[in-house]
Nanobody, 123 residues
Framework: QVQLIESGGGLVQAGGSLRLSCAAS????????MGWFRQAPGKEREFVAR????????YYTDSVKGRFTLSRDNAKRTVYLQMNSLPPADPGVYYC????????????????WGQGTQVTVSS
């Protein structure tokens, strides 16, 4: 059973950067596609990005392309989400989860959710 713990959130000024981490327990971490979602207050949890089990393939939702970069270190069982040029519209709680299949892009395509890490962007 893979358990996930997100970290790295905080308060950042608009235009700034943050790097989120998602640390996993369990040796089977390396076989999973991993995804990041975010949830703003009063809104549904939305897909942000995913990375293949070996880190070769990534996919981003249109609103973050060119600003966010996803990577993983399987030796450390950690996935990283580098977020640059953060606008005030990107705050919320960011969650990581493991994909049920390699091309998952919706909530039901993921499982084993972490507790989330809060990102706040000040204007």
């Amino acid at each position: 059973q893979v358990q996930l713990i997100e970290s790295g959130g905080g308060l950042v000024q608009a235009g700034g950067s943050l790097r989120l981490s998602c640390a996993a327990s369990g040796r089977t971490f390396i076989v999973y596609t991993m995804g990041w979602f975010r949830q703003a207050p009063g809104k549904e949890r939305e897909f942000v990005a995913r990375i293949s089990y070996n880190g070769v393939s990534t996919y981003y939702t249109d609103s973050v392309k060119g600003r966010f970069t996803l990577s993983r270190d399987n030796a450390k069982r950690t996935v990283y989400l580098q977020m640059n040029s953060l606008p005030p519209a990107d705050p919320g709680v960011y969650y990581c989860a493991r994909g049920r299949h390699p091309s998952a892009r919706v909530f039901n395509g993921y499982e084993g959710w972490g507790q989330g890490t809060q990102v706040t962007v000040s204007s």
